[in-house]
Protein backbone atom coordinates (compact mmCIF):
# COMPACT_ATOMS: atom_id res chain seq x y z
CA UNK A 1 0.00 0.00 0.00
CA UNK A 2 2.91 2.34 1.27
CA UNK A 3 4.94 1.46 -1.49
CA UNK A 4 2.03 2.09 -3.99
CA UNK A 5 1.54 5.44 -2.93
CA UNK A 6 5.36 6.35 -3.16
CA UNK A 7 5.21 5.21 -6.54
CA UNK A 8 2.12 7.17 -7.68
CA UNK A 9 4.35 10.45 -5.68
CA UNK A 10 7.09 9.98 -7.92
CA UNK A 11 5.48 8.90 -11.29
CA UNK A 12 3.92 12.20 -10.89
CA UNK A 13 6.61 14.35 -9.85
CA UNK A 14 8.66 12.96 -12.81
CA UNK A 15 5.54 13.45 -15.22
CA UNK A 16 5.91 17.11 -13.96
CA UNK A 17 9.66 17.43 -14.41
CA UNK A 18 9.47 16.00 -17.65
CA UNK A 19 6.87 18.00 -18.43
CA UNK A 20 8.72 21.61 -17.44
CA UNK A 21 11.81 20.64 -19.34
CA UNK A 22 9.66 20.34 -22.63
CA UNK A 23 7.21 22.96 -21.89
CA UNK A 24 8.23 26.75 -20.97
CA UNK A 25 4.44 27.85 -20.29
CA UNK A 26 4.15 24.71 -18.31
CA UNK A 27 7.27 25.36 -16.31
CA UNK A 28 6.18 29.32 -15.84
CA UNK A 29 2.73 28.03 -14.94
CA UNK A 30 3.75 25.39 -12.31
CA UNK A 31 6.34 28.06 -10.33
CA UNK A 32 4.01 30.86 -9.93
CA UNK A 33 1.55 28.27 -9.22
CA UNK A 34 3.80 27.02 -6.68
CA UNK A 35 4.15 30.96 -5.58
CA UNK A 36 0.57 31.80 -5.44
CA UNK A 37 0.39 28.25 -3.10
CA UNK A 38 2.83 29.40 -1.06
CA UNK A 39 1.02 32.56 -0.20
CA UNK A 40 -2.35 30.53 0.19
CA UNK A 41 -0.27 28.02 2.53
CA UNK A 42 2.01 30.97 4.17
CA UNK A 43 -1.26 33.07 4.83
CA UNK A 44 -3.13 30.05 6.20
CA UNK A 45 -0.56 29.51 8.87
CA UNK A 46 0.26 32.81 10.07
CA UNK A 47 -3.79 34.47 9.90
CA UNK A 48 -4.18 32.18 13.47
CA UNK A 49 -0.60 33.34 14.73
CA UNK A 50 -1.87 37.04 14.02
CA UNK A 51 -5.27 36.72 15.82
CA UNK A 52 -3.43 34.72 18.58
CA UNK A 53 -0.40 37.67 19.32
CA UNK A 54 -2.33 40.88 18.17
CA UNK A 55 -6.25 40.07 18.27
CA UNK A 56 -7.44 41.15 15.03
CA UNK A 57 -6.45 44.09 12.61
CA UNK A 58 -2.98 45.59 13.11
CA UNK A 59 -0.23 46.95 11.42
CA UNK A 60 1.67 44.79 14.07
CA UNK A 61 0.65 41.95 12.26
CA UNK A 62 3.07 42.89 9.02
CA UNK A 63 6.52 41.40 11.41
CA UNK A 64 4.46 37.92 11.06
CA UNK A 65 3.97 38.28 7.56
CA UNK A 66 7.29 39.81 7.17
CA UNK A 67 9.25 36.92 8.35
CA UNK A 68 6.84 34.19 6.58
CA UNK A 69 7.08 36.02 3.09
CA UNK A 70 11.23 36.56 3.39
CA UNK A 71 11.62 32.59 3.08
CA UNK A 72 9.83 32.67 -0.10
CA UNK A 73 12.47 33.60 -2.19
CA UNK A 74 14.43 30.90 -1.11
CA UNK A 75 12.50 28.67 -2.99
CA UNK A 76 13.08 30.20 -6.07
CA UNK A 77 16.62 31.54 -6.14
CA UNK A 78 15.54 35.19 -5.89
CA UNK A 79 17.82 37.23 -4.00
CA UNK A 80 17.80 41.21 -3.10
CA UNK A 81 20.81 43.42 -2.97
CA UNK A 82 19.34 45.96 -0.57
CA UNK A 83 21.25 49.22 -0.06
CA UNK A 84 20.10 52.91 1.46
CA UNK A 85 17.75 51.23 4.45
CA UNK A 86 19.37 53.95 7.07
CA UNK A 87 17.14 56.19 4.70
CA UNK A 88 13.90 54.79 6.11
CA UNK A 89 15.16 55.90 9.55
CA UNK A 90 12.67 58.54 10.12
CA UNK A 91 10.44 59.04 13.12
CA UNK A 92 7.00 58.82 12.54
CA UNK A 93 5.04 58.82 9.40
CA UNK A 94 6.06 58.92 5.55
CA UNK A 95 4.80 58.19 2.22
CA UNK A 96 6.80 55.51 1.09
CA UNK A 97 6.77 54.80 -2.88
CA UNK A 98 7.86 51.73 -5.25
CA UNK A 99 7.26 50.77 -8.28
CA UNK A 100 5.22 47.72 -9.06
CA UNK A 101 6.67 45.16 -11.28
CA UNK A 102 4.55 41.87 -10.02
CA UNK A 103 2.80 39.82 -7.98
CA UNK A 104 6.81 38.76 -6.86
CA UNK A 105 7.18 42.02 -5.61
CA UNK A 106 5.29 41.23 -2.06
CA UNK A 107 8.86 39.12 -1.63
CA UNK A 108 10.98 42.67 -2.29
CA UNK A 109 8.22 44.79 -0.06
CA UNK A 110 8.69 42.38 2.86
CA UNK A 111 12.25 42.34 2.44
CA UNK A 112 13.04 45.86 3.21
CA UNK A 113 9.57 47.25 4.71
CA UNK A 114 9.93 49.20 7.78
CA UNK A 115 8.31 48.79 11.04
CA UNK A 116 5.21 50.19 11.40
CA UNK A 117 3.86 50.47 7.40
CA UNK A 118 0.92 49.91 5.89
CA UNK A 119 0.14 49.59 2.21
CA UNK A 120 -2.16 50.29 -0.20
CA UNK A 121 -4.04 47.88 -2.17
CA UNK A 122 -6.76 47.43 -4.52
CA UNK A 123 -10.01 46.46 -2.83
CA UNK A 124 -10.53 43.12 -5.45
CA UNK A 125 -7.37 41.90 -3.02
CA UNK A 126 -9.58 41.74 0.07
CA UNK A 127 -11.22 38.46 -1.81
CA UNK A 128 -8.38 36.06 -2.56
CA UNK A 129 -9.20 33.68 -0.10
CA UNK A 130 -6.42 33.65 2.97
CA UNK A 131 -4.47 35.80 1.33
CA UNK A 132 -7.04 38.47 1.35
CA UNK A 133 -7.49 37.86 5.09
CA UNK A 134 -4.06 37.80 5.64
CA UNK A 135 -3.99 41.21 4.30
CA UNK A 136 -6.66 42.45 5.85
CA UNK A 137 -4.86 41.71 9.03
CA UNK A 138 -1.91 43.25 8.19
CA UNK A 139 -3.94 46.68 7.87
CA UNK A 140 -3.71 47.61 4.33
CA UNK A 141 -6.14 50.28 2.86
CA UNK A 142 -8.17 48.89 0.63
CA UNK A 143 -9.28 51.36 -2.36
CA UNK A 144 -11.73 51.00 -5.08
CA UNK A 145 -9.42 52.12 -7.97
CA UNK A 146 -12.73 52.22 -10.60
CA UNK A 147 -13.90 55.12 -8.62
CA UNK A 148 -11.43 58.21 -8.04
CA UNK A 149 -13.89 59.89 -5.49
CA UNK A 150 -13.87 57.57 -2.85
CA UNK A 151 -10.40 56.43 -3.02
CA UNK A 152 -9.56 59.82 -2.79
CA UNK A 153 -12.44 60.12 0.57
CA UNK A 154 -10.40 56.63 1.96
CA UNK A 155 -6.79 58.58 1.26
CA UNK A 156 -7.85 61.58 2.93
CA UNK A 157 -9.04 59.75 5.58
CA UNK A 158 -5.32 58.12 5.99
CA UNK A 159 -3.67 60.96 5.91
CA UNK A 160 -5.80 62.57 8.82
CA UNK A 161 -4.60 59.38 10.73
CA UNK A 162 -1.06 58.98 9.81
CA UNK A 163 0.38 61.58 12.37
CA UNK A 164 -1.69 59.69 14.90
CA UNK A 165 -1.15 55.90 14.24
CA UNK A 166 2.39 57.11 13.28
CA UNK A 167 2.24 54.64 10.46
CA UNK A 168 3.84 54.72 7.32
CA UNK A 169 2.07 54.33 4.35
CA UNK A 170 3.56 52.26 0.97
CA UNK A 171 2.13 53.18 -2.65
CA UNK A 172 2.54 51.76 -5.92
CA UNK A 173 2.11 54.91 -8.09
CA UNK A 174 2.00 53.36 -11.04
CA UNK A 175 -1.44 51.96 -9.78
CA UNK A 176 -0.92 48.33 -11.37
CA UNK A 177 1.86 45.79 -12.36
CA UNK A 178 4.21 46.54 -15.14
CA UNK A 179 6.63 44.47 -16.25
CA UNK A 180 7.64 46.15 -19.45
CA UNK A 181 11.41 47.64 -17.42
CA UNK A 182 10.12 51.28 -17.71
CA UNK A 183 7.72 52.90 -15.32
CA UNK A 184 4.05 53.73 -16.14
CA UNK A 185 3.11 57.57 -15.37
CA UNK A 186 2.51 58.05 -11.99
CA UNK A 187 -1.21 58.61 -10.43
CA UNK A 188 -1.37 61.69 -8.02
CA UNK A 189 -2.52 59.92 -4.68
CA UNK A 190 0.27 59.35 -3.13
CA UNK A 191 2.26 62.32 -3.34
CA UNK A 192 -1.58 64.48 -2.87
CA UNK A 193 -1.40 62.42 0.61
CA UNK A 194 2.48 63.43 1.43
CA UNK A 195 1.33 66.79 0.96
CA UNK A 196 -2.13 66.74 3.10
CA UNK A 197 -0.32 65.08 5.94
CA UNK A 198 2.86 67.06 5.42
CA UNK A 199 5.12 63.94 5.39
CA UNK A 200 8.03 62.80 3.53
CA UNK A 201 8.23 60.86 0.37
CA UNK A 202 10.76 57.97 0.35
CA UNK A 203 11.35 56.60 -3.08
CA UNK A 204 12.32 52.70 -3.34
CA UNK A 205 13.03 51.75 -6.50
CA UNK A 206 13.75 47.52 -7.37
CA UNK A 207 15.82 46.89 -10.73
CA UNK A 208 14.14 45.38 -13.52
CA UNK A 209 13.01 41.71 -13.70
CA UNK A 210 12.81 41.57 -17.38
CA UNK A 211 16.11 39.46 -17.53
CA UNK A 212 14.50 36.37 -15.58
CA UNK A 213 10.97 37.20 -15.45
CA UNK A 214 8.76 37.83 -18.14
CA UNK A 215 5.14 36.54 -18.93
CA UNK A 216 4.93 36.90 -22.15
CA UNK A 217 7.97 34.62 -22.47
CA UNK A 218 6.86 32.17 -19.88
CA UNK A 219 10.65 33.24 -18.40
CA UNK A 220 10.97 32.71 -14.69
CA UNK A 221 14.37 31.73 -13.70
CA UNK A 222 16.43 32.54 -10.75
CA UNK A 223 18.03 35.88 -10.76
CA UNK A 224 18.94 39.21 -8.53
CA UNK A 225 17.03 42.21 -7.68
CA UNK A 226 18.72 45.56 -6.70
CA UNK A 227 16.49 47.48 -4.33
CA UNK A 228 17.70 51.12 -3.51
CA UNK A 229 15.63 53.26 -0.75
CA UNK A 230 16.53 56.73 -2.18
CA UNK A 231 16.76 59.93 0.17
CA UNK A 232 13.31 61.21 1.81
CA UNK A 233 11.94 64.08 -0.18
CA UNK A 234 10.61 66.71 2.66
CA UNK A 235 7.01 68.17 1.75
CA UNK A 236 6.64 70.64 4.32
CA UNK A 237 5.42 73.69 3.23
CA UNK A 238 4.15 72.22 -0.29
CA UNK A 239 0.39 72.87 -0.98
CA UNK A 240 -2.12 71.50 -3.32
CA UNK A 241 -0.62 73.38 -6.18
CA UNK A 242 2.94 71.62 -5.60
CA UNK A 243 1.62 68.34 -6.51
CA UNK A 244 2.28 67.81 -9.70
CA UNK A 245 5.75 68.91 -9.30
CA UNK A 246 6.65 66.51 -6.39
CA UNK A 247 4.83 63.99 -8.54
CA UNK A 248 7.12 64.87 -11.81
CA UNK A 249 10.21 64.85 -9.23
CA UNK A 250 9.57 61.67 -7.89
CA UNK A 251 8.73 59.63 -11.42
CA UNK A 252 12.28 61.19 -12.68
CA UNK A 253 14.60 60.25 -9.93
CA UNK A 254 12.77 56.88 -9.41
CA UNK A 255 12.95 56.22 -13.80
CA UNK A 256 16.72 57.44 -13.52
CA UNK A 257 17.61 55.47 -10.44
CA UNK A 258 15.42 51.90 -12.17
CA UNK A 259 17.54 52.32 -15.76
CA UNK A 260 21.30 52.68 -13.64
CA UNK A 261 19.99 49.68 -11.29
CA UNK A 262 19.01 47.33 -14.04
CA UNK A 263 22.02 48.32 -16.43
CA UNK A 264 20.55 50.65 -18.86
CA UNK A 265 22.25 53.45 -19.13
CA UNK A 266 21.61 54.92 -22.51
CA UNK A 267 17.65 54.96 -21.58
CA UNK A 268 18.31 57.04 -18.74
CA UNK A 269 19.80 59.70 -21.02
CA UNK A 270 17.01 59.54 -23.19
CA UNK A 271 14.48 60.09 -20.36
CA UNK A 272 16.13 63.54 -19.33
C1 LIG B 1 2.09 35.33 5.45
C2 LIG B 1 2.08 35.01 3.91
C3 LIG B 1 1.46 36.03 3.09
C4 LIG B 1 1.60 35.85 1.68
C5 LIG B 1 0.87 36.80 0.84
C6 LIG B 1 1.58 38.11 0.60
C7 LIG B 1 0.86 39.21 1.28
C8 LIG B 1 1.66 40.45 1.48
C9 LIG B 1 1.02 41.22 2.59
C10 LIG B 1 0.79 42.48 2.55
C11 LIG B 1 1.12 43.30 1.40
C12 LIG B 1 -0.07 43.85 0.75
C13 LIG B 1 0.36 44.63 -0.40
C14 LIG B 1 -0.72 44.99 -1.27
C15 LIG B 1 -0.14 45.57 -2.51
C16 LIG B 1 -1.15 45.80 -3.47
C17 LIG B 1 -0.68 46.51 -4.67
C18 LIG B 1 -1.84 47.13 -5.37
O1 LIG B 1 -2.96 46.75 -5.18
S1 LIG B 1 -1.49 48.36 -6.49
C19 LIG B 1 -3.06 48.96 -6.96
C20 LIG B 1 -3.73 49.85 -5.97
N1 LIG B 1 -2.97 50.99 -5.58
C21 LIG B 1 -3.05 52.19 -6.15
O2 LIG B 1 -3.74 52.38 -7.13
C22 LIG B 1 -2.34 53.31 -5.49
C23 LIG B 1 -2.05 54.43 -6.35
N2 LIG B 1 -3.22 55.14 -6.87
C24 LIG B 1 -3.57 56.39 -6.51
O3 LIG B 1 -3.02 56.90 -5.55
C25 LIG B 1 -4.52 57.15 -7.40
O4 LIG B 1 -4.08 58.45 -7.48
C26 LIG B 1 -6.02 57.15 -7.00
C27 LIG B 1 -6.54 55.71 -6.90
C28 LIG B 1 -6.24 57.87 -5.68
C29 LIG B 1 -6.82 57.90 -8.11
O5 LIG B 1 -6.47 57.37 -9.33
P1 LIG B 1 -6.90 57.95 -10.77
O6 LIG B 1 -6.82 56.80 -11.70
O7 LIG B 1 -8.22 58.61 -10.68
O8 LIG B 1 -5.76 58.94 -11.26
P2 LIG B 1 -5.04 60.29 -10.68
O9 LIG B 1 -4.44 60.93 -11.87
O10 LIG B 1 -4.11 60.01 -9.61
O11 LIG B 1 -6.19 61.22 -10.11
C30 LIG B 1 -7.15 61.92 -10.89
C31 LIG B 1 -7.27 63.35 -10.40
O12 LIG B 1 -7.56 63.39 -9.00
C32 LIG B 1 -6.57 64.13 -8.28
N3 LIG B 1 -6.35 63.50 -6.99
C33 LIG B 1 -5.91 62.25 -6.72
N4 LIG B 1 -5.85 62.03 -5.42
C34 LIG B 1 -6.27 63.18 -4.81
C35 LIG B 1 -6.40 63.56 -3.45
N5 LIG B 1 -6.14 62.70 -2.45
N6 LIG B 1 -6.84 64.81 -3.19
C36 LIG B 1 -7.13 65.66 -4.19
N7 LIG B 1 -6.99 65.35 -5.50
C37 LIG B 1 -6.58 64.13 -5.81
C38 LIG B 1 -5.34 64.11 -9.16
O13 LIG B 1 -4.49 65.21 -8.93
C39 LIG B 1 -5.93 64.13 -10.55
O14 LIG B 1 -6.29 65.42 -10.91
P3 LIG B 1 -5.39 66.30 -11.96
O15 LIG B 1 -5.20 65.48 -13.17
O16 LIG B 1 -4.09 66.58 -11.25
O17 LIG B 1 -6.20 67.52 -12.16
C1 LIG C 1 -11.11 32.46 -3.38
C2 LIG C 1 -9.73 31.90 -3.31
C3 LIG C 1 -8.82 32.63 -4.21
C4 LIG C 1 -7.41 32.26 -3.92
C5 LIG C 1 -6.49 33.07 -4.76
C6 LIG C 1 -5.11 33.06 -4.22
C7 LIG C 1 -4.23 33.94 -4.99
C8 LIG C 1 -2.91 34.12 -4.32
C9 LIG C 1 -2.15 35.17 -4.99
C10 LIG C 1 -1.05 35.70 -4.16
C11 LIG C 1 -0.74 37.08 -4.58
C12 LIG C 1 -0.07 37.88 -3.52
C13 LIG C 1 -0.61 39.28 -3.41
C14 LIG C 1 -0.25 40.12 -4.58
C15 LIG C 1 -0.62 41.56 -4.51
C16 LIG C 1 -0.41 42.17 -5.84
O1 LIG C 1 0.67 42.31 -6.33
O2 LIG C 1 -1.50 42.58 -6.47
C17 LIG C 1 -1.37 43.12 -7.74
C18 LIG C 1 -2.23 44.31 -7.83
O3 LIG C 1 -2.02 45.12 -6.77
C19 LIG C 1 -2.04 45.15 -9.05
O4 LIG C 1 -3.18 45.02 -9.72
P1 LIG C 1 -3.26 44.77 -11.29
O5 LIG C 1 -3.98 45.98 -11.81
O6 LIG C 1 -4.08 43.53 -11.42
O7 LIG C 1 -1.89 44.65 -11.85
Known amino acids: MELGWLLWGAGVLLLLH ?8 VNFA ?4 FYCLLCVVGSAL ?9 GGRTVKNMRIIKTVVKTFKYFFGVRFEV ?57 VIFINRKSTTSAKMVMAEVAKTMAADKVKVWVYPEGTRNCT ?12 LAVQAQVPVIPVVYSSFTTFYNPKKNLFTSGK ?15 SGDVSDLTDRCFRTMRETLFRLSGCPSEAKDSS
Open 18 to 25: VLMELSPA
Open 30 to 33: LRIG
Open 46 to 54: AAPVCLLVN
Open 83 to 139: KGLENFEIEGPAIIVSNHQSILDMMGLMEVLPDDCVQVGKKELMYAGTVGLIIYLGG
Open 181 to 192: GDLLPFKKGAFH
Open 225 to 239: IKVEVLPAIETKGLT
